[in-house]
T-cell receptor
Framework: EDKVVQSPLSLVVHEGDTVTLNCSYEVTNFRSLLWYKQEKKAPTFLFMLTSSGIEKKSGRLSSILDKKELSSILNITATQTGDSAIYLCALFTRDDKIIFGKGTRLHILP | NAGVTQTPKFQVLKTGQSMTLQCAQDMNHEYMSWYRQDPGMGLRLIHYSVGAGITDQGEVPNGYNVSRSTTEDFPLRLLSAAPSQTSVYFC???????????FGSGTRLTVV
């Protein structure tokens, strides 16, 4: 009964490629959807998305939430080896919990 | 400004032993949570707190206790450690009205 499902679970691409990571969820009544990047230690916050559908961008990373499809995508263009990490999607629920998916492990080959 | 401090960083326990994982934050954040991370499982919520004196269960609370007597501290207690509790534990905090958690650096716990 996973509430947050990420795909793919693992991805290997070459430097310079563009990748799209997916996050789908079952909960409809939530505050926001969050994306985190985890390298060797603790996750670091990337984006917060709401049902407004507004795209968020930060450099080569961008993300948007599709309210109809109950999903979100995280795009990374012109990937670099430093983008290698686990990318975590999470839902911030109405009862103040943050529930994470299992993550996508991204590996960028030089 | 230390952020979220977790101690210890590494711990090995024998089955049946008890211990407390410490978590302290100096940002005056109301919300604090404990997660465990296992390979291929992402982060799973153990317990969380929305303020001093208030705690609630997350997705995987069994075998763990918490208390929140002050805003700064949110210790996680393992009363009788089991090998299934071998994991990396993260404490996180955030301010009310914000969405981005600040995570501690984690505690790697091994139960043998």
């Amino acid at each position: 009964e996973d509430k947050v499902v990420q795909s793919p679970l693992s991805l290997v691409v070459h430097e310079g490629d563009t990748v799209t990571l997916n996050c789908s969820y079952e909960v409809t009544n939530f505050r926001s959807l969050l994306w985190y990047k985890q390298e060797k230690k603790a996750p670091t916050f990337l984006f917060m998305l709401t049902s407004s559908g507004i795209e968020k961008k930060s450099g080569r990373l961008s993300s948007i939430l599709d309210k109809k499809e109950l999903s979100s995508i995280l795009n990374i263009t012109a990937t670099q080896t430093g983008d290698s990490a686990i990318y975590l999607c999470a839902l911030f629920t109405r009862d103040d919990k943050i529930i994470f998916g299992k993550g996508t492990r991204l590996h960028i080959l030089p | 400004n230390a952020g979220v401090t977790q101690t210890p960083k590494f711990q090995v326990l024998k089955t049946g032993q008890s211990m407390t994982l410490q978590c302290a934050q100096d940002m005056n954040h109301e919300y604090m949570s404990w997660y465990r991370q296992d390979p291929g499982m992402g982060l799973r919520l153990i317990h969380y707190s929305v303020g001093a004196g208030i705690t609630d269960q997350g997705e995987v609370p069994n075998g763990y206790n918490v208390s929140r007597s002050t805003t700064e501290d949110f210790p996680l207690r393992l009363l009788s450690a089991a090998p299934s509790q071998t994991s990396v534990y993260f404490c996180a905090s955030r301010q009310q009205g914000t969405y981005g958690y600040t995570f501690g650096s984690g505690t790697r716990l091994t139960v043998v």
